[in-house]
């Protein structure tokens, strides 16, 4: 009887993790909140200080005076996060020479689990193109809040979580412009023509 209950117990748990996950994946699909909430040629930035996969400090500067690709997620992130740093490292050689000083960057929404060596191994295994970025939660908190991007903590189980989050990547002009956003598994000739659009400013 004991091992029936345990048994199901274990059924009920695995269940609930796969629901959690079909649930987080199809919020993070939906949801667009750059698209609803920020209007393009604006700044939208605020100063902060981080520090980059190489344990260095980074500020608001690194995201002027080249066209940017800024994305938040995690890497603990099931689905979403790697698959979008994927695309990321595709697009340079998608628009070939046109990339030029195109630079591309991931803040982690998980920055007590994101450790700058973490974030190495996990940005590097995707491209050499890309800079992750963490630091203080409270210091992430606010940067993601002045970005409008959703980050949510969701528990999965009684000691793990996920972080529900927004997306888009965020397409930032040389002077630190916002002025567009590329939707998750969006189609590759429409964010190939807005990655075009954005190194031409």
Same mark, same amino acid.
């Given at each position: 009887m004991a091992k029936k209950a345990s048994k199901w117990r274990t059924r009920a748990a695995i269940a609930a993790l796969a629901i959690a996950y079909v649930g987080i994946f199809f919020? #993070?699909?939906?949801?667009?909140?750059? #698209?609803?909430?920020?209007? &393009?040629? +604006?700044?939208?930035?605020?100063?902060?200080?981080? +520090?980059?996969?190489?344990?260095k400090p980074i500020n608001e500067a690194a995201l002027k005076g080249q066209p940017t690709a800024l994305f938040f997620g995690l890497t603990h992130c099931p689905d979403v996060c790697p698959t979008t740093l994927y695309e990321m490292s595709g697009w340079f050689d998608a628009l070939g020479p046109e990339d030029a000083d195109l630079k591309a960057f991931f803040i982690s929404v998980d920055p007590l689990r994101d450790t700058p060596e973490l974030m190495k191994v996990? $940005?590097?295994?995707? *491209?050499?193109?890309?800079?992750?970025?963490?630091?203080?939660? &409270?210091?992430?908190a606010r940067v993601a809040k002045v970005w409008?991007?959703?980050?949510?903590? +969701?528990?999965?189980? /009684?000691?793990?979580?996920?972080?529900?989050?927004? &997306?888009? $990547?965020?397409?930032?002009?040389?002077?630190?412009?916002?002025?567009? *956003?590329?939707?998750?598994?969006?189609? *590759? /000739?429409?964010f190939?023509?807005?990655?075009?659009?954005? $190194?031409?400013y």
């Open positions: 919020y #993070q699909t939906a949801y667009v909140g750059t #698209q609803r909430s920020l209007t &393009a040629n +604006v700044e939208i930035g605020t100063d902060f200080n981080l +520090v980059d996969h190489n344990g996990y $940005v590097e295994n995707m *491209s050499d193109r890309i800079t992750g970025i963490t630091g203080d939660p &409270a210091e992430i409008h991007i959703y980050r949510q903590k +969701v528990a999965i189980g /009684e000691d793990d979580y996920i972080m529900d989050h927004t &997306a888009s $990547v965020l397409l930032i002009d040389r002077d630190g412009m916002y002025r567009n *956003s590329i939707a998750y598994l969006e189609d *590759s /000739e429409t190939l023509t807005k990655l075009r659009e954005l $190194v031409r």
